[in-house]
């Protein structure tokens, strides 16, 4: 029992997310957890400002050790907790090397993603421009078909023969583009990876509560 | 000899150095290497895209390993090679938690410093807005007063007693600010940082080259 971990998080995010599938592959369960709503603005919240002076959502820590970046918590949980749950790192040279640059490529994805999704959020009213959000969208087209690329290439998974730290980031990214709308013919290998992987214990047990309960968004369908 | 590594890289870019030093680190000399200008735009250069679809320096490789993210390539370098040179992620739980904190972190004070420093760069002339402008100092200024108490509360080092792979990453953007001008009496512990590790070896044999040949820029002076 995961009792000295506490994590703060909202439905929905994947940043949240990736740390879930991170802490139930390593079968760290038990742990201290609180849902907060982005919408009622708890993660401006005192509770969140003392762990994470962002005000971001995942807020996580483990004994005193604060971890709010999700990345790189997944790979500390992975580090302390080697030798407990799903290996998440593989051995092979080759096939690490392809781990840790598709998660840290994984941020650029979720930038490129972020400018789209919440453009009118982001960006004040006098500030927008149609010409931007044609280049945004474009921009994460054309960063979607490289993802499209990396799986036709690798497989069922990215990087490996295995379940790997780089699906734990990055597939609560495509669920994400999904939930947005993407479609599925246009994006074969993306929609399989994304398929498929719903049904893995870690991923069903952590599936967004509030993505169960509502419709999707279709703003990327054109995509 | 590193004659199996090859970096592409580009004077005065942060991604660039990291890799740098964590070579320089690692006692990993003799790799081969190409000095690129982004002024001819040679990073979008065939040899460039053919390594980097994304046509962004640095493109590294080991062997057949791409790993063209710069902290991606200098995880993978410490762990490939952890008994070579320095070690650079330390052993206390805590202090690797607060070096992956950091590295991460560091990938958003990179993007709030290009939202200034590459902003004309970047923003189409029709879409800039002095609103714009003015929110992403401030958003820069507060972002570095972030790691100005991160530096009070650890001392020399971002994480931990020594120089870790939390130091390799950051340090190229916190040189970076200064070269744009930011004001040593207003950021102590940004300062004091910057000057102290100049001398570092790995530091002082990769700084970059344009930097010694050219004035720097005043565009942060009075963030």
Redesign the interface.
């Known amino acids: 029992m995961a009792k000295d971990m506490t994590l703060l998080w909202g439905s929905g995010s994947p940043p949240c997310w990736r740390v879930q599938i991170a802490l139930e592959e390593k079968n760290l369960q038990g742990y201290n957890q609180k849902l907060l709503s982005f919408e009622k603005g708890e993660h401006k919240s005192k509770e969140v400002m003392d762990m994470n002076?962002?005000g971001q959502l995942p807020a996580f820590k483990?004994?005193?050790?604060?971890?709010?970046?999700s990345?790189?918590?997944c790979?500390?949980l992975e580090?302390?907790f080697k030798s407990q749950g799903n290996q998440l790192i593989p051995d092979c040279?080759?096939e690490?090397?392809?781990m840790?640059?598709r998660?840290?490529?994984s941020?650029?994805l979720n930038?490129k993603m972020a400018d789209v999704i919440y453009y009118t959020w982001k960006v004040?009213e006098?500030?927008r421009?149609d010409?931007?959000v044609k280049r945004n969208r474009e921009t994460l087209s054309a960063e979607l078909k490289?993802w499209e690329g990396y799986l036709q290439a690798s497989g069922s998974f990215l990087a490996g023969k295995n379940f790997s730290l780089a699906d734990v980031t990055v597939y609560p990214s495509i669920a994400y583009v999904f939930r947005f709308g993407l479609c599925e013919e246009r994006y074969p290998k993306l929609a399989a990876y994304y398929n498929s992987l719903k049904s893995r214990p870690s991923i069903k047990t952590t599936w967004p509560r509030t993505w169960l309960e509502t419709q999707g968004s279709d703003m990327l369908k054109d995509l």
Chains 1, 2 share one sequence.
């Open positions: 002076p962002r483990h004994k005193t050790y604060v971890l709010n970046e990345c790189a918590a790979i500390y580090t302390q040279p080759a690490q090397a392809q840790y640059q998660i840290f490529e941020l650029t930038q004040p006098a500030e421009h010409s931007a490289l």
